[in-house]
Every structure is written in C-alpha cells, then in structure tokens.
C-alpha cells in the first residue's frame, strides 16, 4: 500500500463572513491511497480556524506523516491514534472507503451518486453589511431556493433584524423557510429577548445562539425558546458515551452533524441514533470541506432518508476547488456521473 497527503489552500470566491471573522481561505489535506491492483482511495482532512479541535497546522501534518507510515507499514491504526483529530478521522474514513469501492467517488451507492435523483439543500448567505446580504438573498431566491440560511451575530443586531423583516415583506413562511446561524455570538444573558425579537419573522431554527460549554444556560434557553435551538459547535469534541447526556441535559430542538468536526461517519451514525431515541432531529451539512469531502457527505447525507434540506452548498465557495460531478441544479445538490473528476491536482504525487 502506497499513501501520501497533500495541502491544499482553497480559496473563497468571495470571503466569508461569521461572528468568528471573515474568511478568505481554508487549508484542507487530501489523503491518497493507492494499493497493488491499482485502486485509488481520497479522502479530505478539513479544518476550520478557531473552531476545528484539530485546528494546529503543525500537529496535524506530523498526525498525517504518522499515519501514511503506518499505512504503508500494514499496521492497524486503532481508534485511538485519532483522539483529538476528528477531521483526520473523518477524512481515513473516507479514503479507505474510497479505496475499496468499485469507483474511488461513489461512496455510498444510491439513486443520488447514479445521477437520478437531487437532495433539498439551505442556500447560506454569508454576514455582511445590509446590501450586501440582500444582494445574497436574490440570487439565492432566483436559483430557486425555498430555505436560506443566515449567518448573524456580527452586524448591528437591529441592522440584522430590519434584512429579516425586508425579507418576510416579500416572503411568507410557507414560501421562504429561514434559519439563522449565530455562532455562538449571544451573551446567555441576552439570548431570550434577542430570540423573541428574531421569533416575530417566522425563524425556523437558530443555530449555536450561545457558545459551547455553558450547557445549563443552553438547557434553560432551551426549555422557553420561542425559535427551535440547533445544536452545532455544542458537538464538537463530545465522546460517545456523553452524546446521551448532553442530549438528555440540554433537549434542543434539532442538531447538526458535521462529520469532519465530528469524527466521521461512525460518530455521526452514533449521534443519529441517540437523537431518535431522544426525539431529537437533525440535519447533516457539510464544514467548508472542498468537493472531495462535500462528495462523500453529501452521498452519505442522502442514505439516512432526511427530507429537511441539508447543508450542503459549500462546493461553490472555491476559486480554486477540484472540479467534480457535484453541481448544485435549482435548490438541489445532484451528483453527475457523466461529468468527470479532474484530478490533475495530483498529478505529481
């Protein structure tokens, strides 16, 4: 078995806004396995600054070099090795998957990776100023969308408040689903007046509203929320055998599942179950990943039959992202197997 990574900086189109800063690049790495009868894996290691737990370019890329040693070496690699780095787990998942299938990019086979059927996906509109934003809104409502997710928690609240009531001016509930993402931007003191100010423009959900780790003032908001609570970033770095805890502490509405913050598709399958146990649902959306990692969620997000739209429009984020069959058609994502991965960013590996 042969196996090497490679960095590779993607760049936004146009930079990205959250209540975390401004994004106008991403580092991500790809995984390549080749093995002796020519079968190719790929898998994508995706990171976030100042969210992903195993955002140390430095710790991750010797993580990486010890990994394609013992790859190399036929030693198994326990679940251990990935403690702490849970989009290198994510992304071994992935190339090993990769590897084994009978093509390196069909996953998950279903009628969405044979090219017959589209998922419902959110358009994300990234903070900005006022203008900004709502030049976001109309071109996602042209494509076709019917659900928008908002990143808020940066701009003049009240600012933000006068783009929701401009946009329910045009649009009703039953035409224009909208979710809001907060990043954890609310002080836990303010959170419930801010919600019932958001709850009077018909909001589906808000995202994170308070940052992680204050889980009984998530719980407490939880409980007399006039907007359902998505648990995001409250995600990150939690064990298996404290998903039904947190679960059973905070009740939220709803929570997202982001497998390379995560751990992969083993711990998301983990966090899915416990939320059905719990009457918890949930969407899965992809983390910034390019198209290599946004293939492989989005193949996976369409067996587990979730008919809420998913988060996964982050493809067309990339100046320089690696062309794929992925194309987003209307308000769904669809998977083209007649259009061809140009893997030409490989080529000297």
């Known amino acids: ?47 976030i600054k100042n969210l992903s737990i195993d955002d140390n370019e430095t710790l991750l890329e010797n993580k990486l070099s010890q990994l394609m040693g013992m790859i190399m070496q036929n030693n198994e690699v326990p679940k251990s090795f990935f403690n702490g780095f849970p989009s290198l787990l994510f992304a071994y998942e992935t190339a090993i998957l990769s590897l084994k299938s009978k093509n390196s990019f069909n996953l998950f086979p279903s009628i969405f990776s044979a090219g017959e059927k589209g998922q419902r996906i959110n358009g994300l509109i990234w903070m900005g100023d006022s203008d900004f934003m709502i030049s976001q809104i109309k071109i996602k409502l042209d494509a076709g969308f019917s659900c928008l997710k908002l990143k808020i928690g940066a701009l003049n609240f009240q600012e933000e408040l006068k783009i929701l009531k401009s946009i329910r001016q045009s649009f009703s509930p039953e035409v224009l689903e909208i979710r809001v993402d907060a990043n954890g931007a609310f002080n836990s003191n303010e ?46 770095g939690i064990s298996k055998n404290r998903q039904t805890e947190l679960l059973e502490m905070i009740k939220p509405q709803y929570i997202i599942l982001k497998p390379s913050l995560l751990g992969g598709f083993e711990m998301c399958d983990n966090w899915i179950e416990k939320a059905n146990k719990q009457k918890v649902d949930w969407w899965l959306t992809s983390a910034l990943e390019g198209n290599i990692g946004l293939n492989a969620i989005a193949q996976y997000a369409f067996t587990k039959n979730n008919l809420l739209p998913q988060g996964l429009g982050t493809g067309q984020l990339y100046s320089n992202n690696i062309s794929s069959p992925l194309t987003i058609i209307g308000e769904e994502i669809w998977y083209l197997p007649n259009s061809k991965w140009d893997l030409s960013f490989f080529d000297d590996v």
């Open 1 to 47: 078995m042969k196996a090497s990574f490679k960095k590779h900086i993607l760049k936004f189109i146009i930079p990205g806004g959250t209540s975390r800063g401004v994004l106008k690049n991403k580092t991500s790495y790809y995984i390549i396995l080749n093995d002796q009868k020519s079968n190719v894996g790929f898998g994508e290691v995706s990171i």
């Open 191 to 236: 959170a419930l007046e801010k919600l019932n100010l958001l709850s009077k423009f018909n909001v589906h959900s808000i995202e994170q509203p308070i940052r992680q780790g204050q889980w009984l003032e998530m719980a407490d908001l939880c409980k007399v929320t006039p907007i359902p609570i998505a648990l995001d970033e409250e995600l990150i």
